[in-house]
């Protein structure tokens, strides 16, 4: 899940692979518009063959690569880390520049009220 600070109310679910990432203008992603002023439930559901990221229970991105055994496409076959960051600049976040006031007083913050990680 990703949001770019000069795209208001706007989350985007992307996969990065070696097949498919925006290095080489093949990257899978879908977004979807809610407001960034709301708390919000974000999901993502990693299956077997299958990837969907949701906001609010509503599905707005399904990958499913056309060949699992391909680590390229499909590296998601083995255990991963859980990482949440704040990530500031780079080629998303910095094509229109960095706004160095919007780290003054309370700078930048991710809230979040829990994580919740289950296997079925």
Known sequence: MEAVGYEENKFHGSIHTGAYNHGIGTQKTGSVIKSELNWH???I???????MFA??????FTFAPDDLTDSAKWPFNQDFHLILNIAVGGSLGGVQGVDAASFEGDGQNMELDWVRVYSR
């Open 41 to 43: 439930i974000f999901e």
């Open 45 to 51: 559901d990693w299956q077997e063959d299958k990837i």
């Open 55 to 60: 906001v609010d229970g509503e599905v707005y």
